[in-house]
């Protein structure tokens, strides 16, 4: 992650909507399509949450850390367009498309020097591991993640790694 944002170059508006869009992904774990269907309107006032539409239609509350929010508000200061949706292109403001972002995702993954695939998906996979790993419960995981069924989230998120069981042995 560090690597990551290091390779970001804030100075510019696609470098600067790269790293909100990251942060946001991160930080919420909204899927792709979540993220860039996102209003500027829902980010207008002092707010902790935001009301997204999920797949299937399916409405839920994300939540948005200090951190998610200064990037936003960064972003937004930012643009001297009036377009409605919080990620647009660059030259006459559009919505920003999915197909747009994957070209971004493969040059940060080598200027980062990072081997493995690097998407969107996978900052919401982080997000989910991060609050596993900190001890939440999968039921409060699968709210957040916005599945519609707990199966999905155990499939993803209950695989057991080496070192779970090491730290198991050890303290048991």
Not at 37 to 46: G, H
Not at 100 to 125: G, M, N, V, W
């Amino acid at each position: 992650i560090k690597r990551i944002r290091d390779v970001i170059p804030l100075a510019t508006f696609t470098g600067l909507r790269m790293r909100t869009l990251f942060e946001l992904l991160l930080g919420t774990g909204m899927r792709l399509s979540e993220a860039l269907s996102c209003e500027r309107s829902q980010f207008e006032y002092d707010v902790d949450e935001i009301e997204i539409v999920g797949k299937g239609g399916k409405r839920r509350v994300v939540f948005l850390s200090q951190g998610v929010l200064l990037w936003v508000k960064k972003f937004v200061a930012r643009r001297d367009d009036d377009h409605p949706a919080l990620f647009v292109t660059t030259g006459i403001p559009r919505r920003w498309q999915r197909y747009d972002i994957s070209k971004y995702f493969i040059e940060l993954r080598r200027k980062a020097q990072i081997e493995k695939p690097l998407t969107p998906h996978l900052l919401r996979h982080t997000f989910c591991t991060n609050l596993l790993h900190h001890g939440a419960d999968i039921t409060f995981i699968r709210e957040l993640a916005g599945h519609q069924d707990i199966q999905t989230t155990a499939k993803y998120y209950l695989g057991v790694d080496r070192q779970s069981l090491k730290k198991v042995v050890r303290d048991c």
